[in-house]
């Protein structure tokens, strides 16, 4: 007890001298009730959501601010029940009806709001729906998206459509823990997806009732980015042009999927994605322009605070583009970030600091808590804290050669040289830094690392930030006038010059490398210690290396599924005596096929995959059934069977251990330990079989997922 006593004293010690950092622990505590609202099984009633918030507060009001330890404790609870109470009433302020089967074909009526390339001359609508055929309307859902070839669709958004489509729910992970689609759209309130049958035709009775202003608004500003967004891809050029309209409209459907597979294999893909360093880019290229000119006027500059009018244009750009880039969550995000940056400029506070960014996490967690489970916030707080967090560790060297400032370096001349070396080493710290903080997490959500990322990164972000996004401004400030053509040709060329880099990188051996998806506790433990690692002072930071090995540890030795079976019983797919997994052959499910494989780090495609008829463990199949025999880590044989045909059902239910079948068996197979048929994959969506040491585990996405209002099995109002 008495070395117990100490420890305690000994980390209340710690956490007592640093109080000043305690701020910057609130978000991460609203961003654990948040993630505790997404891991409960049955959608939280209200008392249960507020309990932790109640509780808190009567902790903190009955220990008092005089003593800070036990009052800061009591306050981190209550911050988490905040985030608790945040996610549940967002989740309630979406809440839209979603289709529960397929449906169609149908008549869908609705406003255009977006419309977005694909490829294979496709394009994808989404729908404001006012009304679907044969859906009531408590019943009908409130977005759909809807695909179409690119010569069917409509010419913009904001126009009011009737169309024949086929429809379909939003769709459920593809394996147990993988990325759940369904949760994404319920909280995009889109309620189907689906197809068109026919090309869209007027409907004037809905044009004749008229739209909310705002949703007009919003019709025109995608109209600006559409036109904008044709401008740009017609004069900076056929290679260039569809890459340079992505960086600044965010449409990216032009990019060819060869360009885009060569950027994301070069690790080059968050270029691509309207973030922090674009809206830094655009709003710091207009606050150091503003602050020249006002320099430059002496009688000006003796009148106002030069720096405070420019950060008020630099938030004034970002706002601008950050309508034109799409205003996407990402987009959203970003702007916040970059304004809250130069409103501490505005209030003499430091633009850059690890209070900053946690009051920039506060803001967007209040405001949508689901960006805690999206990737795109989560790489970008990793790599913006994680830069801050280094730079306030190193920003003694700033008085020297690491800043770069002339007169700070003695005699020695200032030269072009000297520049362009302290931004290279600038710029290389900067990526290797960002890469180690990004990397576990392109790992976790992707399943792929770039490999060279480093050095493709090394070229590329001075490229972008030194001469295409500056380019790009002056191309938007200048287009109103017809004057943007130069700027938009070198900005093509720019451009180009970074396919062509992504090109020439993702081609070097090993550019990308696959990592099998580990458990999802692996995350938070992870983020865990890494946020450790970055937001404490003292030396005992570094007890974030405990947390980030054990994640390491719990990766590498989880077993994955030894079965996958798609939710319509349409595939399924065997580990085999090698480690790699069989598919059965199917027509469809190639979407769960490809997904299986990602998951398990196979590069093969699914054709390569597809039923070896030898080998033990690998399927034989036939046009009725296929069979394999499979050993757990014991080396205890099961035989595994897959029916496709009832003729199959007496023969294969005989001497199996585990069956799957596509139909439904009615109690017709009474033998096998494990019996999962169309009925339960109709009500549970995909299985996997894990082989463990107690025998066969199956896992279902109902049983992870759970009964909350984006899965079919929650109960609708």
């Known amino acids: 007890m008495a070395v117990l006593a100490a420890g305690i004293g000994g980390l209340a010690a710690r956490l007592d001298a640093e109080q000043d950092r305690w701020f910057l622990w609130s978000p991460v505590m609203l961003g654990a009730g948040i993630g505790f609202y997404f891991v409960f099984e049955h959608e939280p009633a209200w008392w249960l959501a507020a309990l932790p918030l109640i509780v808190g507060c009567a902790m903190a009001w009955r220990v008092g601010a005089a003593r800070a330890l036990a009052f800061a404790l009591s306050v981190a609870v209550a911050v988490a029940g905040l985030g608790l109470v945040a996610a549940k009433t967002r989740s309630e302020l979406v809440w839209a009806p979603k289709l529960d089967?397929?449906?169609?074909?149908?008549?869908?009526?609705?406003?255009?709001?977006?419309?977005?390339?694909?490829?294979?001359?496709?394009?994808?609508?989404?729908?404001?729906?006012?009304?679907?055929?044969?859906?009531?309307?408590?019943?009908?859902?409130?977005?759909?998206?809807?695909?179409?070839?690119?010569?069917?669709?409509?010419?913009?958004?904001?126009?009011?459509?009737?169309?024949?489509?086929?429809?379909?729910?939003?769709?459920?992970?593809?394996?147990?823990?993988?990325?759940?689609?369904?949760?994404?759209?319920?909280?995009?309130?889109?309620g189907a997806y689906g197809h068109t049958l026919s090309r869209p035709g007027r409907a004037a009775r809905i044009e004749a009732a008229g739209r909310s202003w705002s949703a007009q608004a919003g019709a025109w500003i995608d109209g600006i980015r559409a036109a904008t967004a044709a401008r740009v891809m017609t004069i900076a050029g056929q290679k260039g042009g569809p890459v340079a309209a992505a960086l600044l409209t965010g449409l990216r459907g032009g990019i060819p999927k060869a360009d885009l597979r060569a950027i994301r294999d070069a690790g080059l893909a968050h270029l691509l994605a309207i973030s922090g360093l674009h809206m830094a880019l655009m709003s710091g290229a207009a606050f150091w322009v503003v602050r020249a000119l006002i320099a430059a006027m002496p009688w000006l500059a003796l009148r106002v605070v030069g720096k405070k009018w420019a950060a008020g244009v630099g938030i004034f750009t970002g706002f601008i583009y950050f309508f034109l880039a799409g205003g996407s969550v990402a987009t959203e995000r970003a702007f916040i970030m970059v304004a809250v940056a130069l409103v501490a400029v505005m209030v003499d506070r430091p633009a850059i600091s690890l209070r900053n960014v946690a009051l920039a996490a506060l803001i967007i967690l209040a405001m949508k808590p689901e960006s805690l489970i999206e990737a795109g916030f989560q790489m970008s707080f990793a790599a913006v804290v994680a830069l801050t967090a280094f730079y306030e560790r190193v920003r003694h060297l700033g008085q020297g050669d690491f800043a770069g400032r002339p007169g700070d370096h003695g005699d020695q001349p200032w030269s072009a040289g000297r520049v362009i070396t302290k931004t290279l080493i600038g710029v290389l710290v900067t990526t290797l830094v960002a890469s180690l903080a990004t990397s576990p997490l392109a790992a976790f959500q992707f399943n792929r690392v770039a490999v060279y990322g480093l050095a493709s990164n090394l070229i590329a972000v001075p490229l972008v930030g030194f001469a295409i996004m500056p380019l790009g401004l002056l191309a938007l400030v200048t287009m109103p006038f017809g004057l943007d053509g130069p700027a938009l040709a070198l900005m093509g060329m720019g451009t180009g010059a970074l396919v062509e880099i992504s090109r020439a990188v993702a081609g070097w051996p090993g550019a990308a490398a696959l990592v099998a998806s580990p458990p999802a506790m692996v995350l938070p433990i992870l983020g865990l210690g890494g946020l450790w690692l970055c937001l404490w002072r003292g030396s005992w930071r570094y007890w974030g290396l405990v947390p980030i090995a054990l994640a390491v540890v719990i990766a590498g030795l989880a077993p994955p599924p030894d079965i996958y079976v798609d939710e319509d019983g349409a595939r399924v797919a065997v580990r085999a005596d090698d480690g790699r997994l069989t598919l059965s052959k199917a027509r469809g499910a190639r979407y769960p096929a490809a997904q299986w494989l990602r998951r398990n780090a196979d590069p093969r495609k699914i054709s390569a995959a597809t039923a070896a008829p030898t080998g033990e463990g690998a399927l034989i199949c036939d046009p009725r059934a296929c069979a394999a025999t499979l050993n757990d880590a014991r080396g205890t044989a099961f035989r595994f069977a897959y029916i496709r045909h009832p003729a199959a059902i007496s023969e294969e239910c005989r001497g199996a251990d585990i069956v799957v079948a596509k139909i439904p068996l009615n109690d017709l197979c009474i033998g096998p330990a494990i019996v999962i048929d169309r009925t339960d994959l109709k009500r549970a969506g995909a299985h996997a079989i894990r082989l463990g040491r107690n025998g066969p585990q199956v896992t279902t996405v109902l049983s992870v997922a759970g009964d909350r209002p984006w899965t079919r099995a929650y109960r609708q109002r």
């Open 101 to 190: 089967k397929k449906l169609g074909p149908v008549m869908v009526e609705g406003w255009v709001e977006a419309l977005e390339p694909r490829g294979s001359g496709r394009v994808s609508a989404l729908i404001q729906v006012v009304r679907i055929e044969r859906l009531a309307a408590v019943k009908t859902p409130a977005r759909v998206r809807l695909t179409m070839s690119r010569g069917m669709a409509p010419e913009r958004t904001g126009v009011a459509i009737k169309v024949l489509a086929m429809l379909r729910p939003p769709p459920r992970p593809v394996a147990p823990g993988a990325y759940d689609f369904s949760r994404r759209s319920w909280f995009r309130q889109i």
